[in-house]
Each structure stands twice: as structure tokens, then as C-alpha cells.
């Protein structure tokens, strides 16, 4: 089984993974995601890569792997079916753009998604949308996509929430080009495109 944890303060975790997690006897999540529950249990199976779950799957039968935010978006789910390893049920959590948005205040249908952790992905889509939700990693940094889309003639605000639901989240704005801090590589980036 799966569970998303959502964005990393267990405060946003829902009852239906908190019981899982209490209740499944081999638990196995990353760093991070294990060490803002350590309330709820102590015996995580700690993993550092993903592909250590394959060698997890062989040895145990029943293991409940946890993801961050929701496994559906850009996580755990989609490395498991490429990998063809059956997902018997997976357990929502709130994705790190959600909680990002609602704190924004802005809506976010038919907006423009994009992953760039660990990923070559490219940020020419931005271009046609209003609204872009891009994450991040330790190489595609908020100030580098700043950059790279000023330098591609877009023009308009972007927002970065870096540690979001942590006690040291930080939500900045600045106009797209303009320089910024990168503080962690944990952020989300909202572009909002003034476009014709
Ligand atoms: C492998 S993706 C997983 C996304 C996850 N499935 C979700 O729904 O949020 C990891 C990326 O999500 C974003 N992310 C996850 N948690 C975050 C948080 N608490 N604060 C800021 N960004 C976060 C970052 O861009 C991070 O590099």
C-alpha cells in the first residue's frame, strides 16, 4: 500500500494514514517524511533511494510505503507502475502545490504542471499558460527558473514557498527575473504569466 503524507508537518496528515501508519507492521518512507513522524512511530524502514523499494518488495509481503504530499503527483505511484510492481490501494495525501495555492489564495484549475526534480524538464510550456505549478530540486532552483524563463521573455509574478507546512516556511514573491534567495531546494514554484 501507498499513503501520502502530504506536505511534511504531520498536522495535515488525514486519520485514514495516521492509522495506517500506526497499524501496518514494516512502514518505509525517506528521510524527511520519517523524521516528521517520529511521534507516531520509531521503527521506520529508512530508505535513501527509491529503487531501494524494489529490494523492500522482495523481501517483505505487506509493506505500506510513505510518500510526500500526494502519491499521485509526480511521486511514488508513477515510479512503481513503471516499474510494473502492483499497487494493491493508495491512500491520498495533500500535494505541497494545494497547500502552496491555498495559501496564495489563488485557484488553481487548468493550470500548467511540471516537475522538475530530478528531471530535464523543459519550462517552454510556461509560455502558454496563465498560471504554471513547477517543483523544484536542489539544481532547478526558483532562481534559476527566474532566470531562465526572463531570459525566454515571459513576463509576470512568481511565487516560492520553500519548507511549506514546516515552522520555518517562507513564501516569497517577486516579478519573474528578479533575484532570489534560494533558500532550500524543498519549494514550490507558482508562475503567473502576464500573457496577452
Ligand atoms: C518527488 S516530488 C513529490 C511531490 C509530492 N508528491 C507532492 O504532491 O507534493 C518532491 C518535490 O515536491 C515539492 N515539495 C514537496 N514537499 C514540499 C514542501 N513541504 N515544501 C516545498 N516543496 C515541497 C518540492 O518541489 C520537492 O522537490
Given at each position: 500500500?501507498?499513503?501520502?503524507?502530504?506536505?511534511?508537518?504531520?498536522?495535515?496528515?488525514?486519520?485514514?494514514?495516521?492509522?495506517?501508519?500506526?497499524?501496518?507492521?514494516?512502514?518505509?518512507?525517506?528521510?524527511?517524511?520519517?523524521?516528521?513522524?517520529?511521534?507516531?512511530?520509531?521503527?521506520?524502514?529508512?530508505?535513501?533511494?527509491?529503487?531501494?523499494?524494489?529490494?523492500?518488495?522482495?523481501?517483505?509481503?505487506?509493506?505500506?510505503?510513505?510518500?510526500?504530499?500526494?502519491?499521485?503527483?509526480?511521486?511514488?505511484?508513477?515510479?512503481?507502475?513503471?516499474?510494473?510492481?502492483?499497487i494493491e490501494k493508495?491512500?491520498?495525501?495533500?500535494?505541497?502545490?494545494?497547500?502552496?495555492?491555498?495559501?496564495?489564495?489563488?485557484?488553481?484549475?487548468?493550470?500548467?504542471?511540471?516537475?522538475?526534480h530530478g528531471r530535464?524538464?523543459?519550462?517552454?510550456?510556461?509560455?502558454?499558460?496563465?498560471?504554471?505549478?513547477?517543483?523544484?530540486?536542489?539544481?532547478?532552483?526558483?532562481?534559476?527558473?527566474?532566470?531562465?524563463?526572463?531570459?525566454?521573455?515571459?513576463?509576470?509574478?512568481?511565487?516560492?514557498?520553500?519548507?511549506?507546512?514546516?515552522?520555518?516556511?517562507?513564501?516569497?514573491?517577486?516579478?519573474?527575473?528578479?533575484?532570489?534567495?534560494?533558500?532550500?531546494?524543498?519549494?514550490?514554484?507558482?508562475?503567473?504569466?502576464?500573457?496577452?
Open positions: 500500500m501507498v499513503a501520502g503524507i502530504g506536505p511534511g508537518n504531520p498536522r495535515f496528515l488525514t486519520m485514514e494514514v495516521k492509522d495506517a501508519i500506526e497499524n501496518f507492521e514494516k512502514v518505509v518512507a525517506f528521510g524527511r517524511v520519517s523524521n516528521s513522524l517520529g511521534h507516531i512511530r520509531k521503527d521506520f524502514i529508512r530508505i535513501e533511494k527509491i529503487a531501494h523499494i524494489d529490494k523492500l518488495l522482495e523481501e517483505y509481503e505487506d509493506i505500506l510505503i510513505l510518500a510526500s504530499g500526494d502519491p499521485c503527483f509526480y511521486g511514488i505511484v508513477e515510479y512503481l507502475k513503471r516499474e510494473n510492481i502492483k493508495i491512500l491520498p495525501g495533500l500535494s505541497s502545490f494545494q497547500y502552496m495555492m491555498a495559501k496564495l489564495g489563488i485557484t488553481w484549475q487548468g493550470a500548467n504542471f511540471l516537475s522538475l530535464k524538464g523543459k519550462l517552454e510550456s510556461v509560455k502558454d499558460y496563465k498560471l504554471s505549478i513547477i517543483l523544484t530540486d536542489k539544481d532547478n532552483t526558483p532562481s534559476r527558473i527566474s532566470k531562465s524563463l526572463y531570459e525566454m521573455g515571459v513576463k509576470g509574478r512568481i511565487y516560492v514557498g520553500f519548507n511549506l507546512s514546516y515552522e520555518d516556511e517562507r513564501i516569497i514573491k517577486a516579478e519573474i527575473g528578479k533575484k532570489i534567495d534560494d533558500i532550500t531546494p524543498l519549494a514550490v514554484v507558482v508562475i503567473e504569466n502576464e500573457m496577452d
